[in-house]
């Protein structure tokens, strides 16, 4: 397998990685307190007809803000069924699967006319009530982020997609986005521009403008990781081993020993994360689809992955222990 | 074919104004001009907005004109080099022509015009498109930045062409490129200088090179697959992109092909190897 020799995941083992991550998100999201929630989308390529997976969450962020509101899709999707009743009934009603709905809904043909204010004012009781704040929301203009998890041709890692818009599908620039998720910032090199990290390119599956977080220093990244992984099973020093020598960092940590804001993943979690592992056998035999699959160490890849960029998006990564 | 030529090469391009853009009374002409392959729209539309601007509407307080092309009602994607999008969306599928005098061997006729292969025009000289500077598609982006983000999204190329040629010091080769020469190769590339634009990338060595002595090189391609079918009229641009599979990946050439000679010889300016294939259903 190629994750844990070199860092990276073939197609194949990708598309596993994010089904599994995904149902694992989801089993533990219902025991705790997050609201937010990946789901699994697949697209059916033109011409020839492959079918890609990809993971895909979607959140309401107040406006200009970096005080992240946790609130789920549903929400999203309740908001944006109330603008649509409102300003153009005759769409779709946006159903449970707020993925699509929201995604064909983001696509107006025409740019709404209506001002910042007015999404706010038209906000459904139900999102009042899911807010903690629900004065403050409604004051509020509100905009959505939809995240997408892909797997990159190129690079062969998962790479952060990120559409933000307005409610009525208008998308945000880059400078709007990043007051929004300052913590994004930590990415840059100092005194290098914000291309070397983050650039608005076209979504490769849902072939929409959205924001990509450069992938360059991932594989090296998860390589380290995992093969931290095995010498933190019975070390306590994991902490030191997890930040990187790279210099040009695409996901730089702001000190050692914090990965992502989750230094409980460095110790303590990498010794039940690695308690967890069964299997080892063939980990380093050769990649390829026809491969044997370790789903454990597929899984402990994408949650490592994702618990690195989880608290740069404001994101409260769900405990790596089992329960 | 010399190095020089792929850079050399220019398309005509007959430019008009959206008629609801137009605020004086006289017709607006045309603007015709030639551009070079591998510039993008960006280029383009800072060019012409020299030439449109005394007709725009203006008014007070009025954000930044905000530029983009349409092609037959498509509006174009400005992430693809020029010569791509004309290769791509310019050719017509010519139908057969309908025949058959004799009404015995009409059956037999229209049997044999089914089975000839349909056939792809040559683009049309000047290729026709139409600038706008308002209402921007939502399919597009609306946060222009004056040609910013597509200047941003060129260095991303050129940082994933040179993972693929070398691996993360191809990366970081780009990405330690100074300000100044970023901005001076941004400007070449839309002028279609091509002897500036290599003096700026030859220090980057984004060629394909095998990064382990067992390892075969990967050649950076960016593969573009449009589908024309019959029982569809190929005017009907709309659903071209849906139509259009697009994929951007290292390919490891064999030796036998000379792929990597192809790479070597008319890459484009963000060093992929752009390869537009039209497919006839």
Redesign the interface.
């Known amino acids: 397998m190629m994750a844990c020799a070199t860092g990276q995941l073939t197609a194949a083992e990708f598309e596993q990685s994010v089904r599994l991550f995904v149902g694992w998100w989801q089993a533990a999201a219902s025991s705790s307190s997050q609201q937010l929630c990946w789901s699994l989308q697949s697209v059916r390529m033109p011409v020839t007809g492959q079918v890609i997976s990809y993971a895909q969450l979607e959140r309401i962020v107040p406006a200009g803000s970096s005080e992240q509101q946790q609130l789920p899709s549903s929400a999203a999707a309740d908001a944006l069924q109330a603008l649509q009743q409102q300003q153009q009934p005759e769409l779709e009603a946006v159903n449970d699967e707020a993925a699509v709905s929201l995604t064909a809904a983001l696509n107006p043909a025409a740019t709404s006319a209506a001002a910042d204010d007015e999404p706010a004012a038209q906000l459904p009781d139900r999102v009042a009530a899911v807010s903690p704040q629900p004065q403050q929301l409604q004051r509020q203009p509100l905009h959505v982020h939809q995240y997408s998890i892909v797997h990159h041709e190129t690079y062969q890692v998962p790479v952060l997609y990120i559409r933000a818009s307005e409610l009525d599908g208008r998308l945000l620039s880059l400078s709007q986005l990043l007051q929004e998720l300052p913590d994004l910032q930590q990415c840059r090199e100092p005194s290098q521009a914000d291309w070397t990290f983050i650039t608005q390119v076209e979504h490769p599956l849902l072939r929409t403008p959205c924001f990509m977080l450069h992938p360059c220093q991932t594989a090296a990244r998860m390589q380290l990781l995992l093969q931290q992984q095995e010498l933190s099973s019975t070390q306590a020093g994991a902490a030191q081993g997890a930040a990187t020598p790279c210099q040009e960092a695409d996901f730089q940590q702001p000190t050692v020993g914090s990965w992502g804001g989750q230094p409980a993943f460095t110790a303590a979690a990498a010794t039940a994360a690695t308690a967890g592992v069964s299997g080892r056998e063939g980990r380093h035999s050769a990649g390829g689809p026809a491969a044997k699959y370790d789903a454990p160490v597929l899984l402990l890849y994408m949650r490592a992955w994702f618990g690195m960029l989880a608290g740069l998006l404001g994101i409260e990564m769900l405990p790596f222990f089992d329960a | 074919m010399t190095a020089e030529d792929p850079w050399q090469l220019k398309i005509p391009i007959r430019l008009c104004l959206s008629s609801s853009e137009i605020t004086s009374p006289v017709d607006v002409k045309p603007v015709y001009l030639l551009a070079p392959r591998y510039a993008y729209l960006p280029a383009l539309a800072e060019q012409c907005l020299q030439l449109f601007q005394h007709v725009l509407l203006s008014l007070p307080g009025q954000a930044e004109p905000s530029p983009w092309f349409e092609h037959a009602g498509l509006p174009l994607?400005w992430?693809q080099p020029l010569g791509v999008l004309h290769d791509l969306l310019a050719p017509r599928l010519l139908q057969p022509a309908p025949g058959g005098s004799q009404q015995q061997q009409q059956q037999q006729q229209q049997q044999q015009q089914q089975q000839q292969a349909c056939s792809l025009s040559a683009p049309a000289a000047p290729w026709c498109l139409t600038v706008h500077y308002r209402?921007?598609?939502?399919?597009?982006?609306?946060?222009w930045?004056n040609a910013g983000?597509a200047?941003?999204?060129f260095?991303?190329s050129l940082?994933?062409a040179g993972?693929?040629c070398r691996g993360?010091e191809g990366?970081?080769a780009v990405?330690?490129l100074p300000?100044q020469a970023?901005d001076e190769l941004w400007a070449a590339v839309n002028k279609g200088d091509g002897a500036a634009a290599r003096r700026i990338t030859a220090p980057l060595r984004l060629t394909a090179t095998a990064r382990q002595p067992a390892a075969v090189a990967t050649v950076?391609v960016r593969l573009l697959?449009r589908?024309h079918s019959a029982q569809c009229s190929s005017q009907d641009l709309a659903a071209v992109?849906?139509?259009?599979?697009s994929?951007?990946?290292?390919v490891e050439p064999d030796w036998c092909t000379p792929l990597a000679w192809l790479h070597a010889n008319l890459k484009a300016a963000d060093s992929f190897l752009y390869i537009v294939v039209h497919?006839l259903m």
């Open positions: 994607n992430t209402d921007m598609p939502a399919l597009l982006s609306n946060s930045q983000t200047k941003d999204y260095f991303s940082k994933e993972y693929c993360s990366c970081g990405m330690r300000g970023q950076p697959i589908t992109w849906e139509q259009t599979y994929s951007s990946r290292p497919l």
